[in-house]
């Protein structure tokens, strides 16, 4: 009976390890196929698309992502990096603690969201070959599933910088390069605040209060490149590998997909006027207070 029962047991293994052998094949042929596809340079294509600035304060100087697309299978998707106010407070956005990561969304719906808003958007097309572009896809896709494990710094992790190092672990060992560097990005923080909410005097205030404690000597100018500055600079971006040899980041010219609408009005109520009303109501408290202290004398 032991014997029986053995020799049944040794079949049922031998069963399932023919099964699981034979589900395998299957799998790894199917992706010698979709690399022998992926090889084709137009299987996949990789952009950077540029968002314009919009009415919130977190979008004061537009938006990056990077959208990937194989028509072939039908795969569309933006990864946009992306504040998570579900790990994080307004108050940790303020001391630049808040958590973010990368996001994968539908570009339909992606793009849905900026027409909303009348936001333009604009695509460069990446001068990458079909590894790159490969390595570009499973890096992100890698970074969602990690979630939201970055700490958000608008001088140094922020939706732009991020993008661009994306960009750059996909292109190793090669590295990607900007020839030259928007002066916006050479001067002092302070300057480069002023520049980047130069529309909303409220938001420039709130911006140097945040980044008061920042420390400048720690800061690359190429992590100060924002989205709204991408218009000059991305014909200046090029990856260069060992030898030296360098090619342009941007494949051809850029592509609206969506037109700019929203135009940004200042708030009319501004700082000067914050402070104008405030002294008006000091002096008013002060003359009131001498007023009732004659009185209180006068009896």
């Given at each position: 009976m032991n014997c029986k029962l053995l020799g049944i047991l040794i079949l049922s293994l031998c069963f399932c390890f023919t099964k699981v052998q034979a589900e395998q094949v299957p799998d790894s042929s199917k992706v010698a196929v979709i690399d022998k596809e992926a090889a084709n340079p137009d299987f996949i294509h990789a952009y950077l698309l540029i968002v314009d600035?919009?009415?919130?304060?977190?979008s004061v100087s537009g938006h990056a992502a990077i959208r990937m697309v194989c028509a072939e299978k039908g795969l569309d998707y933006c990864?946009?990096?992306?504040?998570?106010?579900?790990?994080?407070?307004?108050?940790?956005?303020?001391?630049?603690?808040?958590?973010?990561?990368?996001?994968?969304?539908?570009?339909?719906?992606?793009?849905?969201?900026?027409?909303?808003?009348g936001r333009g958007v604009r695509a460069y097309e990446l001068n990458l070959t079909p590894s790159e572009k490969?390595?570009?896809?499973?890096?992100?896709?890698?970074e969602s599933m990690e979630g939201s494990i970055w700490t958000f710094d608008c001088t140094s992790v922020n939706c732009m910088s991020m993008a661009l190092y994306a960009i750059n672990s996909s292109v190793s060992p090669n590295m990607l390069?900007?020839?030259?560097?928007?002066?916006?990005?050479?001067?002092?923080?302070?300057e480069w605040i002023d520049n980047v909410a130069k529309r909303s005097p409220w938001i420039r205030i709130l911006m140097h209060m945040?980044?008061?404690?920042?420390?400048?000597?720690?800061?690359?100018?190429?992590?100060?490149?924002?989205?709204?500055?991408?218009?000059?600079?991305?014909?200046?971006?090029?990856?260069?590998?060992?030898?030296?040899?360098?090619?342009?980041?941007?494949?051809g010219k850029p592509t609206e997909l969506l037109p700019r609408v929203y135009e940004d009005k200042p708030c009319p109520f501004s700082p000067a006027m914050a402070c104008s009303i405030f002294v008006l109501?000091?002096?008013?408290?002060?003359?009131?207070?001498?007023?009732?202290?004659?009185?209180?004398?006068s009896r």
């Amino acid at each position: 009976m032991n014997c029986k029962l053995l020799g049944i047991l040794i079949l049922s293994l031998c069963f399932c390890f023919t099964k699981v052998q034979a589900e395998q094949v299957p799998d790894s042929s199917k992706v010698a196929v979709i690399d022998k596809e992926a090889a084709n340079p137009d299987f996949i294509h990789a952009y950077l698309l540029i968002v314009d600035a919009g009415k919130a304060f977190y979008s004061v100087s537009g938006h990056a992502a990077i959208r990937m697309v194989c028509a072939e299978k039908g795969l569309d998707y933006c990864f946009s990096f992306e504040l998570d106010m579900d790990k994080s407070s307004y108050l940790d956005v303020f001391t630049r603690k808040a958590k973010a990561g990368f996001i994968p969304v539908q570009s339909g719906k992606f793009l849905d969201a900026y027409r909303l808003e009348g936001r333009g958007v604009r695509a460069y097309e990446l001068n990458l070959t079909p590894s790159e572009k490969q390595n570009l896809w499973k890096k992100l896709d890698a970074e969602s599933m990690e979630g939201s494990i970055w700490t958000f710094d608008c001088t140094s992790v922020n939706c732009m910088s991020m993008a661009l190092y994306a960009i750059n672990s996909s292109v190793s060992p090669n590295m990607l390069k900007v020839a030259e560097l928007p002066k916006e990005t050479q001067g002092s923080l302070s300057e480069w605040i002023d520049n980047v909410a130069k529309r909303s005097p409220w938001i420039r205030i709130l911006m140097h209060m945040v980044l008061f404690s920042a420390d400048e000597s720690q800061i690359k100018p190429e992590d100060l490149i924002m989205p709204e500055m991408m218009e000059q600079t991305m014909p200046c971006m090029v990856v260069v590998d060992s030898l030296g040899n360098t090619r342009k980041l941007m494949k051809g010219k850029p592509t609206e997909l969506l037109p700019r609408v929203y135009e940004d009005k200042p708030c009319p109520f501004s700082p000067a006027m914050a402070c104008s009303i405030f002294v008006l109501l000091l002096v008013l408290l002060i003359v009131a207070v001498k007023i009732q202290n004659k009185r209180t004398y006068s009896r």
